[in-house]
């Protein structure tokens, strides 16, 4: 789910400051420059776009492929790597496509120049070295035109400049994720396996989230892909290994007013099962009634989870130096029906990503409450987290 | 009064009274210095405006950009960003498309069109100039077709706003339509658009005008290499200014000397002006002298004036050097952009310390004019009254010391111009010889008019022409004034001439094939291999004689501001022309390892007839050896031909730009009908006729040197105020005179005529003067400053009814400015100018 | 009574060749001021004067007296700002600058104190001028330079340019100028002010002989007491205002 909720909730918070800016490691390049795509992301006119409703249906492998007449589209990895000497890595490669306007894919394009476009893409890449407690992100944006960046499906391919996800084979899996960042010195090179079936998310993958027909998104994941590869942090090559994830969704939709924000967590745990939670938080503290989640069973059977089944509660803040934000770090969630009690912690707490849109999202490591026994690993993401002093937009 | 009571201050009102009764005077000292030094400043502001712009589109959109991508005279491919990005890994890479379109409200000038893909850009830092924060017109660019920002000059002077339409003036009605502006408000012209609109607007689908990187060290030495492979250059930009620099130097140098020409002609009245002052003056300096002043205070008190003179003109000056500058800027920039590369800008600006120089030029150019007059008036002897007659005899014996200063001037003058091979220098060598000319002015107009006087039998003839050269002691400034206006008039305008005259020439034989025929997409023609088919397909049409081939690009040896050009010449056909039989030329083009130079690349280079040169093929470094030169004058950066097979043999580029179709005598309508029906059905090709083509030259050239004709106009204009000043000094002389003649009986109608005939001789003999002097200059600015600086050589031609012009604008200014002082002299009661004995 | 003495028969004109007829000259009530209007006292005031043909006529006065913008008037360079001048018993004041000119040309001489001749001609082309204003045939023109050259003894420097010649030659080619096209009137305006003792007697004969001598009216404003004693009349002018004094009689 959570990416819709990203974007549009952050939209209209009107926290986009700009997608402009190119911001590569700790080089910030000039603030004022990230202004003026605010409308790129904004609440847009929807009129002319598909919705994510019924009847309608997720098939694969052709639902890997864009769906440019939705508004916007993701596809999203992440993953927890284990290097040779026991060095601990997360990795974020996410693909975003957001149309400027509906295409009407009956009619070709009217214009003769190979730039012309609607589609936009925007693509983050993040490290995350635990054992030395640093994360680095990279934001990247392109036009979906003369190859500079795109997405297709036979044979699959999404990529932005020199960071791709791309299918090895005729097959969807397996998947060679890589990208590089010369300024920033991060490199990675993921073979993605199969794993786990896709999940569908929500009902048989049409993921509510709001009020009204429509209001919702086609949604499916792939919660436990066995990744190989190697990566480059700190001017060092690192032969890594470990499990990624992938979220796909795309919808033309927003949050319901009075959502302010949500906390999503992607957990893959030691005994095999994988855990999807979002909250999505209201003004009022309060959990929206869309909030929801999926627990994947070993074997790969799903079992949605609605606001009811879980309890999720923030136990400890940490207020970032950069932008003043007190980010919930440490939360301890609760399956009552699972007998599952669990406490999520930060590999590294600056995760903080301060892009076009301002997120936290990192690897954290998954321990039964107050325990120091790792029961697993994952990736989590808040959104909508203000400095305290920070007049927000309603 | 002793000497230590003489006032200074005194002095100065004395001085002072003596313009404030003679507004006249003060009218034309201050006149004579504005005009030098709004001269100056206005085309110094053209010059360094358009510097600007050239800085402002460098920068504009470039962000942090360290390098470009880029191919003079050529185009980038499309796919070129993405395989920059995917295949070598640099992200910092931004495309830009630039063209320049007419507008249908402004169909006289053209404006710059940008595409920038504003995401490209905003990874080089580019884009900050282009979106105010807030503002939402990034999404409307780029999907909305035709879509463009415009910039605050460009709403200011079009009057247009956000939601107007821009109709374009050629292109099937089309029209832009205005989203939005471009934050800020400085004095760039342009339209902004996305990559794709422009590209669609300015029918360049598939081009990319340049890419622009921020590259480290290392990727750009990795880049380097790789690009070279497929023949494309990476430049730093730095050096991409540094090559507008290198391009542009000889013409912004020419561009400067002949302001400071101007100048030396607004000198020249300056020294005029003050003269005539001081000399008019002599009694009462004398007079301060008996009563005990001294020389130096005298000196003084001259050298003050002028300050204060020179203060209200350099004044009036930088004003109207602005006004007169803010229009020669699009001038400067258009023809820049004609004959080297064009600015994506237009800009105009004032800069403080080009006025601060333009003020102490004119500081300096006045006070050095007065200087002599100063010293003059210093040295007049403590008597109350000095006979005119001293002063005319005195005058007389310096006739001979002036004429050897001028012969020493014209001989130092001589030696400089002969062995100069700088610019600047050989300007120094023409004004040098112009005040050369200016001193020897004087005494020629005496002697000639003392000649004319003994030779006339006719009284009124020799007593005019006997004043006119009696007078020459008080008017001998200003006839050099006159006469070196005069002579920059007809001087630079005969140097045009025979310019025009030599680039006609060479359109006439180098534009030798009928009808010329460009492939739009040469890529796509030399990828399909139809080139053969469409040869052979024109080859068919009746009415054909032959086919020229040519391919332009720019000159591998890694400067990039030479172009080379491979050809295969029509046999019909007479190009290329030069000094060897055409059959050798052709003879050495066939020989694969020999080129052509151009006049300019080979006075540039310093290269002649059987040296070396070096070219950078794919296949790495070639020596060529140089068969010719030949005369071109389609660039002054260097032309080097080679023969069009041998080129696709080394170069491994098989476009082509330009096929030229030679016809069967009267037959060009009849194939031009043929080609045009073959482009409607292809659709991939443009046609024009090389008369057409010949016409848009010469209108080019004559565009280049509207710039030079508004230095002619000013110094028509100093001529017409120079007149004016020394007909003033001669009625003013005369006009106790004119009271004795009419006591003798003169009626009015005779002492006007009189009064005429002087103007008129005065005039006239300066204006005759000139001629010699005119036609010196031009001669001078064709064989030593154009070859300098350009390199071209050309011929010489005379055209005397331009010389007469010269001589007759001197005597109608004669004529024209002694109307009213000779008329006001008749107002004037005989008996009231005798009694001022 | 020495005339001339330099001068012979041959530069002395005979009446034949005296082509103006005698002419009267006539001042009525006439004032002067300049400028001509304003709070500003007059030069001249309410002048009667009448000279015959052939007078001898002398004006004495200080300087500034009004004697030279009497003489202006007399010579028609100069309207009054009152009354009426009468030359041959015609008004000027309805006479046109070219007509005045005319008048000017063909029967008045003129000498100055500072003569005035035209620094850019040569002594024979000075003297040319009148001759030439009065349309003169070159060959007569010539004839009768050469008998005035004769006649002041300036032969020698014909072809002299004025500024090359001495105050007492330069007087002496202004009154053959003045007197070269035979004017009915001579008038000279202190013609020996520039000049020492000795030359100035000898020019004061010179216009005397050429002038008085062969029936012209002279009119001459001088400070020489020499002069006045051989005038036909003398007036002195004070302060604006004419007194007569007989020729005879002292000078106060």
């Known amino acids: 789910m959570r990416r819709v909720l990203l974007i549009f909730s952050l939209a209209l918070t009107g926290l986009l400051v700009g997608v402009l800016a190119l911001r590569e490691g700790s080089d910030t390049q000039s603030v004022q420059v990230r202004a003026s795509v605010r409308s790129l992301l904004g609440p847009g006119d929807e009129a002319g776009f598909r919705r994510a409703e019924a009847p309608g249906e997720i098939r694969l492998p052709r639902d890997h492929g864009p769906h440019p007449d939705y508004r916007s589209e993701w596809w999203y990895f992440t993953g927890n790597l284990s290097g040779e000497s026991g060095r601990e890595f997360g990795f974020q490669l996410t693909f975003f496509r957001f149309a400027l306007a509906p295409t009407a894919p009956a009619s070709p394009s009217a214009r003769s120049s190979s730039w012309a476009s609607d589609q936009i893409y925007m693509a983050h890449f993040a490290l995350t070295d635990a054992s030395r407690d640093e994360h680095r992100v990279v934001e990247r944006l392109a036009r979906g035109s003369a190859g500079l960046a795109g997405a297709r499906l036979e044979p699959f391919e999404v990529w932005l400049d020199d960071w791709v996800a791309q299918s090895t084979g005729v097959e969807f899996l397996p998947l060679q994720l890589s990208a590089r960042d010369a300024a920033s010195g991060m490199e990675l090179v993921l073979e993605l396996s199969p794993g786990k079936e896709p999940v569908r998310q929500g009902q048989d993958g049409l993921s509510q989230k709001g009020a009204g027909s429509g209001n919702a998104s086609w949604y499916y994941s792939y919660t436990r892909l066995p990744a190989a590869g190697s990566l480059q942090v700190g001017g060092e090559q690192h032969a890594v290994s470990g499990f990624a994830w992938l979220d796909r969704e795309w919808s033309t939709s927003s949050l319901d007013a009075g959502v302010q924000g949500w906390d999503w967590f992607s957990l893959q745990l030691d005994d095999g099962r994988d855990l999807m939670i979002y909250s999505l938080r209201q003004v009022d503290g309060q959990s929206a009634p869309q909030s929801a989640g999926s627990l994947v069973a070993r074997n790969g059977n799903s079992r949605l989870l609605s606001l009811n089944d879980f309890e999720l509660q923030p136990v400890q803040s940490w207020r970032s130096p950069a932008t003043g934000v007190s980010w919930p770090l440490v939360w301890r969630l609760r399956l009552p029906q699972e007998a599952m009690e669990l406490e999520v912690r930060p590999t590294v707490s600056d995760q903080e990503q301060d892009l076009s849109v301002r997120y936290w999202e990192g690897s954290v490591d998954v321990f039964a409450p107050g325990g120091q026994e790792r029961l697993g690993r994952g990736y989590m993401e808040l959104t909508g987290y203000q400095p305290p002093s920070a007049n927000s937009l309603p | 009064m002793t000497a230590a009571a003489v006032n200074r201050s005194l002095l100065l009102l004395a001085g002072l009274r003596f313009y404030l009764r003679h507004p006249g005077q003060l009218g034309l000292t201050v006149a004579g210095i504005a005009l030098g030094v709004a001269t100056v400043v206005a085309i110094d502001l053209a010059a360094y405006s358009s510097g600007q712009a050239f800085e402002a589109s460098t920068r504009l959109f470039r962000g942090q950009a360290t390098h470009e991508i880029s191919r003079p005279g050529d185009s980038l491919p499309d796919d070129l960003l993405a395989r920059v990005r995917r295949d070598y890994g640099i992200a910092m890479s931004a495309p830009t498309v630039e063209g320049r379109l007419r507008l249908a409200v402004e169909p006289r000038r053209s404006i710059s069109l940008i595409g920038i893909d504003p995401l490209s850009a905003a990874r080089v830092g580019g884009a900050t100039a282009a979106f105010a924060p807030g503002a939402s017109n990034f999404a409307g660019l780029m999907t909305q077709p035709g879509a463009v920002l415009i910039s605050a000059a460009v709403a200011q002077e079009l009057g247009v706003e956000t939601g107007d339409e821009l109709k374009l003036l050629d292109g099937g009605g089309e029209s832009l339509s205005i989203i939005g502006q471009v934050p800020g408000e400085s004095g760039e012209r342009y339209l902004l658009a996305d990559i794709a609109t422009a590209q669609e607007i300015l029918q360049r689908t598939g081009q990319l005008t340049r890419i622009d990187l921020r590259l480290t060290a290392d990727q750009a030495g990795l880049l380097t290499s790789q690009l070279r492979q497929e023949g494309l250059q990476l430049r730093p930009v730095a050096a991409t200014l540094g090559q507008v620099d290198a391009m542009t130097r000889s013409f912004r140098i020419n561009l400067q000397a002949l302001s400071l020409l101007a100048l030396l002609v607004g000198a020249f009245l300056v020294f005029s002006t003050v003269s005539f002052s001081v000399v008019r003056r002599r009694e009462m300096f004398g007079l301060f002298r008996s009563l005990g002043a001294r020389r130096r205070e005298v000196l003084q008190l001259v050298l003050t004036e002028i300050v204060v003179l020179a203060a209200a003109g350099v004044a009036l000056g930088l004003l109207g050097g602005i006004v007169l500058g803010s229009g020669l800027v699009s001038l400067v920039l258009r023809t820049i952009g004609d004959l080297y590369l064009s600015t994506s800008v237009d800009y105009f600006g004032v800069s403080l310390p080009l006025l601060l120089k333009a003020a102490l030029i004119g500081f300096g150019a006045s006070l050095g004019a007065a200087a002599w007059p100063a010293i003059e008036a210093a040295r007049a002897p403590p008597r109350r009254a000095m006979l005119r007659a001293y002063l005319e005899r005195q005058g007389r014996q310096a006739a001979g010391s002036r004429l050897l200063l001028s012969v020493a001037l014209a001989c130092a003058a001589a030696v400089l111009l002969l062995f100069t091979r700088e610019l600047r220098l050989a300007f120094v060598g023409i004004f040098m010889v112009l005040i050369a000319a200016a001193v020897a002015a004087p005494p020629l107009v005496q002697f000639s008019m003392r000649g004319l006087a003994a030779a006339s039998t006719w009284l009124p003839l020799s007593y005019a022409a006997r004043s006119v050269a009696a007078n020459l002691s008080r008017t001998g400034p200003a006839v050099a004034a006159l006469m070196i206006a005069v002579a920059t008039f007809s001087g630079v305008g005969l140097m045009i001439g025979s310019f025009r005259l030599s680039v006609d020439e060479w359109l006439s034989y180098s534009l030798d094939a009928d009808v010329l025929v460009r492939p739009t997409d040469s890529r796509a023609l030399a990828a399909s291999g139809e080139e053969a088919d469409l040869l052979a397909e024109l080859r068919r049409l009746p009415g054909v004689m032959d086919l020229s081939l040519s391919r332009r690009r720019a000159l591998p040896d890694g400067q990039g501001i030479a172009t080379l050009l491979a050809v295969q010449p029509a046999v019909q056909g007479r190009w290329p022309q030069s000094e060897q039989p055409r059959a050798r030329v052709l003879a050495s083009l066939a020989r694969p390892d020999q080129v052509l130079v151009s006049e300019p690349f080979a006075r540039k280079r310093d290269v002649a007839e059987g040296d070396a040169l070096s070219l950078l093929t794919p296949a790495g470094e070639r020596e060529f050896s140089i068969a010719a030169t030949f005369v071109d004058y389609s660039t002054d950066l260097g032309l080097v031909a080679m023969e069009l097979g041998r080129y696709r043999q080394l170069f491994g580029d098989q476009q082509l730009d330009t096929i030229g179709v030679f016809t069967a005598t009267g037959q060009t309508a009849t194939v031009l009908a043929q080609v045009e029906d073959l482009a409607d059905r292809r659709g991939d090709l443009r046609v024009t006729t090389s008369a057409f083509l010949r016409q848009l030259s010469l209108l080019v050239f004559d565009r280049t040197f509207t710039i030079t004709q508004v230095l002619r106009l000013i110094a028509g204009l100093v001529a017409v105020i120079a007149v004016i000043n020394a007909l003033q000094a001669q009625r003013l002389d005369s006009r106790r005179e004119i009271a004795t003649l009419r006591a003798l009986g003169f009626s009015p109608g005779q002492v006007l005529r009189l009064g005429e005939m002087q103007s008129l001789l005065l005039g006239t003999g300066a204006g005759v003067l000139a001629v010699p002097v005119g036609i010196l200059m031009a001669w001078l600015l064709i064989v030593v400053v154009n070859r300098i600086a350009f390199g071209w050589s050309m011929v010489f031609v005379i055209d005397w009814w331009l010389v007469s012009q010269g001589v007759l604008l001197a005597a109608v200014a004669g004529l024209l400015a002694g109307w009213l002082p000779n008329r006001r002299s008749l107002r004037e009661s005989p008996a009231v100018a005798l009694r001022a004995d | ?252």
């Not at chain 3, 006292?41 to 200080?62: F, K, Q, T, W």
Request: aromatic content about 4%; proline content about 6%.
């Open chain 3, 1 to 252: 009574m020495s005339r001339a003495p330099e001068s012979t028969v041959v530069g002395r004109p005979d009446a034949r060749r005296l082509s103006a007829s005698p002419i009267s000259l006539s001042l009525r009530q006439v004032g002067m001021r300049y400028p001509a209007a304003g709070d500003v006292p007059a030069v001249l005031r309410d002048i009667n004067l009448e000279i015959p043909a052939g007078d001898y006529l002398v004006i004495v006065g200080r300087s500034g007296s009004g004697k030279s913008t009497l003489l202006n008037l007399l010579g028609c360079l100069d309207q009054p700002s009152q009354g009426e001048v009468l030359v041959g018993g015609q008004s000027t004041r309805a006479m046109t600058e070219t007509e005045l000119a005319a008048v000017r040309r063909r029967d008045i001489g003129f000498v100055f104190q500072s003569f005035n001749l035209i620094p850019t001609l040569t002594v024979r082309e000075n003297l040319l001028v009148p001759l030439q204003l009065n349309g003169a045939e070159s060959e007569a023109a010539a004839e009768r330079v050469f008998s005035l050259l004769a006649a002041a003894d300036l032969k020698d420097r014909e072809a002299r340019f004025p500024e090359e010649l001495s105050g007492g030659e330069q007087q002496r080619v202004a009154i053959m100028r003045a007197i070269a096209h035979e004017p009915a009137v001579l008038i000279a305006d202190e013609p020996t002010g520039n000049l020492d003792l000795p030359t100035a007697r000898l020019i004061l004969e010179l216009l005397e002989s050429f002038g008085h001598g062969q029936g012209r009216t002279l009119i001459m404003a001088t400070h020489s007491r020499e002069v006045m004693g051989r005038a036909q009349r003398v007036l002195q002018i004070s302060e604006g205002r004419l007194l007569e004094v007989t020729a005879a009689g002292p000078v106060p």
